[in-house]
């Protein structure tokens, strides 16, 4: 690398897309010496380390702690009121006091919630009695901090047929999730660009808990206004 110009067979790297990187098996030493090379970078990341993290589990139960959002928009209490409204309750599983009530809480009423590990793609998630299961082996250890617990969501099923390849069509009870695309862009902290830039909806019977389009669970969907 010269004067953080990045070089792979000598043509310079303008953008730097992260497809892999997502979960911590990851990242042997060798890839984190690789991606502290490509951060140090003039190229663009997509996403930096800084956005990267934004999107934890754990950054967004910190996002949802009292004051957290009012240190971010100091002057713009109606921006926080409104990013506000749209977080379900998170709770931390950090060692201590606020640790232990939300390992109680859990476990008392596991159908309320939903136990999310740092991890991305789906499939990961754990439901209902199996949280009980998870917490008990590891309410006592520092490990549990590596989870988080939210309150579960329960949209309104809607009657219809999910097609797939090779599969039979059959009338089900079937959720949906509603997923924003957006263009983040800024150049040190000035911000350049930040829309919305399209959406994805993903539907799937009810008898499946957790898992995506990628873990062959759900389909790909329209949303119909009315």
């Not at 984190?32 to 663009?44: D, H, I, K, P, T």
């Not at 949280?131 to 099923?157: A, T």
């Not at 797939?164 to 911000?191: A, T, W």
Request: charged letters at 25%; proline letters at 5%.
């Amino acid at each position: 690398m010269k004067k953080r110009r990045l070089f792979m067979d000598d043509q310079e790297v303008a953008v730097v897309y992260y497809r892999h990187g997502y979960m911590p098996h990851n990242y042997s030493q060798q890839n984190w010496q690789a991606r502290l090379l490509m951060e140090r970078s003039r190229a663009v990341k997509c996403p930096d380390i800084a956005t990267h993290l934004t999107g934890a589990k754990k950054v967004q139960q910190e996002l949802a702690r009292p004051g957290v959002l009012e240190r971010w928009f100091p002057s713009d209490p109606e921006a926080v009121r409104r990013i506000r409204a749209t977080f379900a309750g998170l709770y931390s599983f950090d060692m201590g006091e606020e640790g232990d009530q939300t390992v109680a809480l859990a476990t008392a009423n596991p159908d309320r919630f939903v136990l999310k590990p740092q991890r991305e793609g789906g499939g990961n998630n754990i439901y209902g009695e199996e949280i009980r299961v998870v917490l008990e082996g590891i309410k006592d250890k520092p490990e549990r901090s590596s989870y988080i617990l939210m309150d579960r969501i329960r949209p309104q099923p809607v009657r219809n047929c999910l097609l797939r390849s090779g599969m039979p069509l059959k009338l089900s009870e079937n959720i949906s999730e509603l997923g924003m695309f957006g263009v983040y862009v800024r150049n040190g902290k000035k911000m350049v660009l930040n829309e919305c830039a399209g959406h994805l909806l993903r539907t799937k019977s009810i008898e499946h808990a957790d898992g995506g389009v990628a873990a062959g669970v759900a389909v790909l969907d329209n949303p119909y206004l009315v």
